[in-house]
């Protein structure tokens, strides 16, 4: 069952992103309620809030909120920002809820247990969907969902739809989504050279030099090759 807790808060004025870094600064948290007449800005302890999350890892926490001048009221923690570099605090969103009407929430998948596929036939385990959409009574609210895959073979698939949920919990995630299931390792492929090649592509160079050399004797030659007869002969008379 989800946990419960009671936290203090006020209303906020300020409004814009100067405004939320001044109340950082003096210990504040800005935080925004929201019900069936709309939203309401408030502010709370940031210390208290931080030491609430630290003791209540649940994604779903019901709060008893208790904000000055008008008395306490039920609220689902919605969401929670942090600072992209440290993960501190920024904001956080509050859902008012009847604890007897029924409402729509995200429950997070635990897988228990190694699968055979994984023990037996050096296969891996792949979590597929983290998250079921239910619908619920807030009293009923659970901090996640258990899903044993033991028996889960080599090439096998759990679905959505063979999954023993609480008689409590009304599942409006499809049967037909993957939960979990169990691969093969990727083998990765290596290209071996062909035998010689790389032998042939160092003695290339060599054959390339062997007929520059020749092509040069043979230019070499045809420069030193005698004149004919009758060439020697014009060249006596012009003399």
Known sequence: MAKEIKLSASKR???????AKTLRRSGWMPAVVYGEKGSRSIQV???????????HTGEN???DLDIEGEGTTKALL??????????GVLHADFVEISMTRKM???IPIVLKGEPVGVSQQSGILEHVLRHLEVECLPGDLVDSVAVDVSNLGLGHTLMVRDLTLDAKLHLLTAGDVAVATVVAPREEKVE??????EGAAAAEPEVIGKKKE???EQEGEAKAEPKPEKEKGKEKEKK
């Not at 071996?192 to 090649?197: H, I, K, M, R, V």
Request: no cysteine.
């Open 78 to 87: 919605r969401e929670v920002q942090h600072e992209a570099v440290m993960g």
């Open 192 to 197: 071996e050279a062909a035998p010689g090649a």
């Open 13 to 19: 004025e300020g409004r814009g992103t100067a405004a």
């Open 214 to 216: 020749e092509g040069e």
């Open 45 to 55: 302890n940031r210390h208290a809030f931080d030491a609430m999350l630290q003791h």
């Open 104 to 106: 729509r929430v995200t």
């Open 61 to 63: 926490l019901i709060v």
